[in-house]
């Protein structure tokens, strides 16, 4: 059994197998693709993706908390109201 040598698609990222002329997934030529090139472009795109994610799960952590705040304070206070 022989392992294929793949490359990586310069548009979509994915992994194709070298000897393809054309990436199965987007449609892009690999003819002058410069590995070094995609991979920089593809971690780039990756570490992009991976901070848009961090980002969006802070705001919904935020948000979460901020209701358990609220519900903390209306607690606290019903907790006085019946001292």
């Known amino acids: 059994m ?3 040598t ?15 002329i054309y990436c199965p997934w987007c449609g892009v030529s690999r003819i002058g ?5 995609v991979l920089d472009s593809v971690f780039q795109q ?5 901070s ?3 980002s969006r799960r802070l705001r919904r952590l935020e948000s979460r908390l901020e209701g ?3 519900d903390l304070d ?3 206070l019903s907790a006085e109201m019946h001292k």
């Open 74 to 76: 209306i607690l606290v």
């Open 52 to 54: 848009d994610d961090r």
């Open 2 to 4: 022989t392992m294929k």
């Open 33 to 37: 693709m410069n590995s070094e090139a």
């Open 46 to 50: 990756l570490e992009e993706k991976q």
């Open 6 to 20: 793949v490359c990586v698609c310069k548009e979509c990222g994915r992994t194709i197998e070298e000897q393809f």
């Open 68 to 70: 358990l705040e609220k």
